[in-house]
Every structure is written in C-alpha cells, then in structure tokens.
C-alpha cells in the first residue's frame, strides 16, 4: 500500500513537533543552556512574615551584578522567585513549578523551617541542590543530606551561646521563652533547656506561639505571671514586634533577646515604632554589621542596591540574600564554562574556607554544615547595632 506525500507530511509534522517539544523540555530540565542559568528561590513575600522576603531580592541583587559584569562565563544568571507566604504548601506548590515548567539547575536561600522540611526531600529525589537554605533546623542537616549546602548556624547552637551569655554575663536567674511552635522554636528550646541544666537551672516558662497567631495577649500574660527577668524570642518578625508592643502594653519590661533571623534593627524599630531600640532588645547574629561597612565589598553592593535596586531599603535582610548566593556564584564560576548539575555539586564540595560578606565556609562531600560562630548584638539607643559579645562557638557536646 502506497501512502501518499501529503498523508506521510501530515503523520510526520506532529511527530516531529513532539519531538522538538520534548528535546526543548530536556534542556529546560537541565536548568541552563547556553545564555543562561536559571536558579530558584522561595520567601514570604507577602504574609506574617514578609520582612523576610528581602532574602530573595538580595539575591536577585547579587545576580544583576554578575549579569552587568558579563555573567559567569557567559551566561546569564536568572532568578525565579516564588511567594509562599511562609506556608509549607504554598512553598511546595511553587518549588514544584520550579522544578517542573522552569527547570532550575539549583535554589538558593529558601526561607523558614517548615518551608525547606516541607520541600527537602522532593529536592533530593529530584537532585535539586538547596544551596544556603535560610534555617538553622536539625532535621535538615543530620542525618547528612547530599543536597543541601547549610550556611545559616544550627538553633541549638545559636539558642545555647544566648543562655549562656544570660546566665554568665547578664547574670539572670529566670529566664522565659516565647517560641514557635514547630522546629524552628523547638530545636533552640532544647538547646536552651540543655545549657541551662550546666547550671542546675530550668526555664521558668517556655510558651509556644503558632506561626499564624496575631493575638498574643495571652502568651506575654503567662510570660509576666512568671515573673521572667529575660525572654529568648524564636519567632517571625511581625510576632517579635507584637509581643513587644503587648509586653510594654501592661508594664511588662523584661530584656528581650532574639535569634539572629531578627537582626535587622532598623526595620524592627520601625515596625514597632521605636520600641525595639527603647527597650534595648538583644539578638545573636552571625555577620558583621552591614552598616558599619568594615568589610569593602559590603559598600560595593550597598552602592549597587542604589544604583540597580533603588526602591529597596539597604537592610540585613536584604543582605542576607546575598550572602546566601554567594557561595553559588562562587562555584558556579570554580565549574568553567562546561557546567552540568553533577559539575555543581563537585563545585559545591569543593568550597574552601570561602567568605564573602557572611561567614567563613567550608563543605566537603560528606559535610554540608554551617559554620557555628555568634556575636551577641544590642539595639542602641538610634537603632544602631552594640557588639555586648564577640565571637562565640558553642561549647556543649552534641546529643544526636
């Protein structure tokens, strides 16, 4: 049987579409071609805890600035930011949209705890590396996961070195704590409650907050019929803010200090109108202050924000964003120009003592764990930040 020309056209035109269609979604999967690099991200744009969102377009900020100066060996970096209102869902939802109609090569920062729990192993399955995850969660790092590179120090570290400056410098004796009530409150929780048997002490309240909670009358109740000298806050930005407004609300003026997902002090003055520098409140921190610019390179991106991103506020949340993408611009360019998602990964292992605004970092193959310094930080009186501790490493042994 003889098909004819415009029958055998006809069958082969669609074929060949799909075939076309499919060997496009295969470079699309491998998350780059030849112009670009295309990279995701997740953060609260909008939502409880949308301050922290400032993570993504800092680094956004980081990669118009190796795009304006030619790329990394000739390729564009793209971000793709998704908004998922710190809800684990919505994080999902958007990291899959990432994953499967953009095709990203890597996420970078990735914001809360809940959030990178909810999405960690549908990276792993689907060898997605999560560089610079912004939590400081147990469960992420141990047992080892060989696609997620941490740079923001573990809670239980951070939460211990905080009790212990209480006890030992500031010498309290009850000590409170207002905390979320998932891993990002838990895991400090047990790091606080660990310190504080060194010294046959134990909290005098732990209060747990939900994450959508906006009336906390009640827990900064519990937190003064304790009669609590200091609070240790693990909490979003906004319930910081209205835990302070409701503590001053009804007299209630113990020192608060925070975890150092809340050292940006000019924002959280503002967002308490004043209250955060009046009252003096205390968090950890991990970097240098980034308005003090003693590290040249933070002036430079300082001065790019201006130029390339001016209605941002320059602020340590938007800075952050930048730390976190630097250890991926850096072994995005350690690859050369013959990149491959397994060229990343070795790349990625191989970062050695690397330190760009941030912290000191080191991953290896087998060890993807943060470093694990802290500074303790206080607001001044005009919103400035007061060094009251140095850099500190915890010293109690881990419990795993």
């Known amino acids: 049987m003889r098909i004819s020309k415009k029958i055998l056209v006809t069958m082969i035109v669609p074929l060949l579409a799909v075939f076309l269609f499919a060997s496009e979604g295969l470079a699309q ?18 939502g409880p805890a949308a301050p922290w969102g400032a993570t993504s377009r800092g ?19 793209r971000l793709f930011i998704r908004d998922d209102q710190y809800n684990p869902s919505q994080t999902m939802a958007g990291v899959r949209d990432l994953v499967d109609r953009q095709g990203v090569l890597a996420f970078v920062g990735g914001v809360g705890t809940a959030p990178a729990l909810a999405v960690r192993r549908y990276l792993a399955q689907n060898k997605i590396p999560l560089v610079s995850v ?8 141990f047992p080892h996961n060989p696609w997620l590179w941490a740079l923001w120090p573990l809670y239980d570290d951070d939460a211990s070195v905080m009790a212990k400056f209480l006890v030992e410098k500031k010498k309290f004796k009850k000590i409170g704590m207002l905390y979320q009530n998932d891993d990002y409150g838990l ?45 240790i806050g693990y909490v979003a930005p906004t319930q910081a803010a209205i835990a302070l407004r409701s503590s001053v609300a009804i007299g209630f003026r113990p020192q608060w200090i925070h975890s150092y997902n809340l050292t940006d002090f000019s924002l959280m003055n503002h967002i308490t109108d004043g209250l955060w520098a009046k009252e003096g409140v205390m968090t950890t921190a991990f970097t240098e202050d980034i308005l003090d610019f003693k590290i040249p390179k933070m002036k430079e991106y300082a001065d790019a924000a201006k130029r ?27 690859v050369g120009r013959d990149l491959s998602p397994e060229a990343l990964v070795r790349e990625l292992n191989n970062i050695n003592n690397f330190q760009g605004i941030g912290p000191r970092v080191t991953w290896t193959a087998t060890n993807h764990l943060p470093p694990a310094e802290f500074r ?8 400035e930040v007061i060094v009251l501790q140095d850099w500190t490493k915890n010293d109690l042994p881990k419990k795993r």
Request: overall charge neutral.
């Open 308 to 334: 390339l991103a001016p209605g941002e506020r320059w602020g340590i949340f938007y800075a952050a964003g930048i730390t976190a993408g630097e250890p991926l611009v850096q072994a995005l360019k350690q």
């Open 134 to 141: 912004m939590t400081g969660a147990e469960h992420l790092n």
């Open 187 to 231: 895991d400090p929780l047990a790091g606080v409650q660990r310190r504080l048997k060194t010294y046959n002490m134990e909290l005098a309240i732990a209060v747990p907050v939900e994450p959508i909670e906006r009336d906390l009358s009640s827990q900064i109740s519990r937190l003064k019929a304790a009669g609590v000298e200091a609070v």
């Open 29 to 46: 999967k491998k998350g780059f071609d030849d112009k670009e690099i295309r990279i995701g991200s997740w953060s609260p744009q909008t």
């Open 59 to 77: 680094a956004k900020l980081l990669f118009d600035i190796v795009n304006e100066q030619g790329g990394i060996h000739g390729r564009q970096l």
């Open 376 to 383: 303790i930080w206080q607001c001044g009186p005009k919103g």
